[in-house]
């Protein structure tokens, strides 16, 4: 089994605490193409088909496999102080912060970061706030299993898929429109349900992601570990 570290923000990270959150979505890159009449063009086959030619050419989906394992890294609070070192590579001083949560005896934490902690020379160690992208493995609380992976346009994603991915339905969604069809009200009603979800894609990657459709890895997913860290 392998072990994989993945980002998620802090909505995100309540939904999987909460179990109210099954899937993941990320963009395949480069984005998958395909030869017609002897141009290279965005691939627009059948998605079952993408997934094993991606495998054939060695671009297997970079988030897992199914038996895999995801440790969550997320927003955490640290004990330790910081002290300036060269950058032989930007020729300058930088900040380095000297994690000693582990060496000090204490866990890590996900609250109750010192109010006046800084980046100050020659202070003595306290709990730090720290970006997710720098939490360790010792520091993970959360533990996902891969149980699928696919690859599908992101316009695909179905109400069902809003639900496994966390996003909690509008109000919007419970209204009917007076004199729809069925259809229409199927329609409409599919439409609420994703809008959520599309405000949560265009946070993460910008303004216009939603409306390029790109090609995505789908991760289903299980949690495995409950919250160890208080």
């Not at 966390?166 to 599919?190: C, F, H, K």
């Not at 405000?199 to 991760?219: H, I, M, Q, R």
Request: with cysteine; aromatic share 12%; hydrophobic share 40%.
């Amino acid at each position: 089994m392998k072990e994989i570290p993945i980002l998620y923000n802090g909505a995100m990270v309540r939904a999987l605490l909460d179990d109210s959150k099954g899937q993941t979505r990320r963009i395949i890159n480069p984005q998958p193409q395909m030869v017609t009449d002897g141009a290279i063009l965005p691939w627009e086959g059948d998605p079952a088909a993408l997934l094993p030619l991606l495998q054939q050419s060695k671009r297997a989906c970079p988030y897992g496999q199914p038996g895999d394992r995801h440790w969550v890294r997320e927003t955490f609070v640290a004990f330790g102080h910081w002290v300036t070192r060269f950058s032989a590579k930007k020729k300058r001083d930088e900040w380095h912060f000297v994690d000693m949560t582990i060496e000090a005896g204490h866990q890590y934490r996900f609250d109750g970061a010192d109010p006046f902690a800084a980046r100050c020379a020659g202070a003595a160690p306290t709990w730090h706030t720290r970006p997710s992208i720098f939490m360790p493995r010792a520091a993970s609380r959360i533990l996902l299993d891969i149980t699928a992976v696919r690859a599908e346009r992101l316009h695909d994603i179905s109400e069902h898929d809003v639900k496994a991915e966390g996003i909690t339905p509008d109000e919007v969604r419970q209204m009917w429109l007076y004199g729809a069809s069925n259809d229409e009200r199927a329609a409409i009603y599919r439409r609420a349900a994703v809008i959520p979800y599309r405000y949560l894609w265009e946070s993460l990657y910008g303004a216009g992601s939603w409306d390029a459709n790109p090609w995505v890895w789908v991760v289903e997913f299980r949690r495995t570990s409950k919250e160890m860290h208080q």
